[in-house]
């Protein structure tokens, strides 16, 4: 298992990385100019937590804050974790669970080693 992170731009997926690791996706300039690359269109990042919780981490909503800063907007984030997924609209907006899947959300979750149970 690893943490999978998918950048969502115009309905694609215009980006994606891994870690070898199952609790940590480390930070990546390729990402952020991914990010900076695709602002004006940029539906979502999401990542995944292969081992859990269904939640942000710390160091999520720190990355967050810097995103959204960066961008002078706030960015939609989603975290796929086994109990499920959840989307947040900006670093400070309210954490929903994510009722209706994307696309793209089986890729994200067998690119990370896990099925949702």
């Not at 990042?45 to 804050?65: W, Y």
């Not at 961008?71 to 975290?79: D, E, F, M, T, W």
Request: hydrophobic share 50%; glycine share 6%.
């Amino acid at each position: 298992m690893r943490e999978v992170c998918f950048i969502i731009s115009a309905g694609a997926v215009v980006w994606a990385d891994a870690s070898g690791s199952p609790a940590a996706l480390p930070d990546s300039r390729a990402r952020w100019q991914a990010i900076w690359a695709h602002r004006d269109a940029l539906d979502a990042i999401a990542h995944s937590h292969p081992l859990g919780p269904r939640a942000f981490s710390a160091e999520d909503e720190s990355t967050m804050t810097a995103i959204d800063a960066a961008l002078g907007k706030p960015a939609c984030y989603i975290v796929v974790a086994p109990a499920g997924a959840i989307a947040r609209l900006g670093a400070r907006g309210r954490t929903e669970p994510l009722r209706d899947e994307p696309w793209w959300m089986e890729l994200l979750r067998l690119a990370s080693g896990f099925q949702e149970q």
